[in-house]
């Protein structure tokens, strides 16, 4: 449901794009906005308040391309995604360079990177997004990998969405529920002995049910020692309905902070055509809010876009496999935010 079986590799080019490009910069801490000479996306240096802007991302090189081919105007539009920073989703075979890579990133630019862990065994019940690792062991030494990719720099993890959800639905087979509770609780262990890494379980979103269904679950699963949960990942709930639903759940997890997902929710959720596919791939739908921790309530720590505006739901509605980047689509998402 969230990504594709290509953001290994996306991720391993971005990420030498993404250095490459930082190397040859000046100092990140310094006065104005920095700029591709290709794309001109901009990497804003130095505010701390913010999350790193990938300058090698698939919307910086859509805007590149339509510069290049004279389509001023769509380039602008966008703009309004590149120039945002987004969650950097870790693919399996590379875990500790992608994770290095774009942390040595964001830390030259004085920013903190935002990656996305989506790798568990029996990802997505078979579904769009199929695959994860092998098995517990193969799930650990990714894990792993991921940890000494990041060391001591400022990170903000969202593990593993829909993980949890699929237990709750029993869509997870019988065998392995047990094993999932406690690969994600090492993993939030596991993440939380880093020095400046924080870390989000992914808890669902404002329509998917009552959090009497999921609190548990999320407990189980160690959101007592993480730094909070994650709602609205990949889907379309608004800010306030998603504020509304974090804040009950946030009530019987003893309080624990949340952030949510505001990448595509500028509109709301779709409800037109079949209900169990409103989330694929809808149309009319609308960037957020840009990703910032000054937030509405003080028990939502940021609005992020763990979602890539522009990056397909799945094979549905006319879109590429899911996580391959859909420039109409991102095309359409931007116009419809003003």
């Known amino acids: 449901m969230y990504g594709g079986k290509e953001a290994g590799a996306r991720a391993s080019m971005a990420v030498m794009g993404a250095v490459l490009l930082l190397a040859g910069c000046s100092s990140a801490g310094g006065g104005g906005d920095e700029r591709d000479g290709a794309s001109g996306v901009t990497r804003q240096p130095g505010n701390p308040d913010q999350f790193w802007v990938n300058p090698a991302g698939s919307a910086a090189e859509q805007v590149a391309t339509y510069v ?10 966008i703009r309004k995604i590149a120039e945002r920073p987004t969650g950097e989703w870790i693919g ?10 774009f942390t040595q990133a964001a830390q030259r ?9 989506y790798n ?5 019940c078979g579904q769009f997004s199929q ?37 709750v639905d029993r869509c997870t087979p019988a065998g392995l529920r047990e094993e999932r509770y406690f690969l994600l609780k090492e993993a939030v262990t596991k993440l939380k002995s880093l020095k400046n890494t924080k870390v989000y379980l992914d808890a669902g979103n404002a329509g998917w049910g009552h959090p009497d269904q999921i609190f548990q ?4 699963a160690g959101v007592d020692l993480a730094d909070g949960f994650a709602v609205n990942v990949s889907n379309f709930y608004s800010t306030r309905d998603s504020v509304a639903y974090g804040k009950r759940l946030s009530a019987k997890v003893g309080g624990k902070h949340f952030v949510i997902d505001t990448s595509r929710n500028g509109n709301g959720p779709y409800t037109g055509g079949k209900a169990d596919e409103n989330w694929c791939n809808p149309p009319g739908r609308a960037l957020g809010e840009s990703p910032t921790t000054k937030t509405a309530d003080p028990l939502v720590d940021a609005y992020l876009w763990v979602k890539r505006p522009g990056e397909s739901d799945g094979t549905c509605k006319g879109g590429p496999k899911a996580g391959d980047w859909w420039p109409e689509y991102a095309l359409e998402l931007a116009k419809a935010s003003g």
Not at 92 to 100: G, K, M
Not at 120 to 124: A, G, L, S, V, Y
Not at 217 to 220: A, G, Q, S
């Open 217 to 220: 679950p999320l407990e189980r």
């Open 120 to 124: 568990i065994p029996h990802r997505d």
């Open 92 to 101: 399996p075979e590379n875990p500790e360079r992608e994770a290095r890579g």
């Open 131 to 167: 695959g994860g690792a092998a098995d517990g062991d193969t799930y650990r030494t990714w894990i792993d990998g991921v940890a000494r990719g990041i060391g001591d720099r400022p990170a903000t993890v969202v593990l593993e969405p829909d993980a949890i959800l699929h237990l």
């Open 68 to 77: 290049k081919a004279g389509r001023k105007d769509d380039a602008e539009q």
């Open 109 to 117: 630019a004085d920013r903190a990177a935002v990656l996305v862990l």
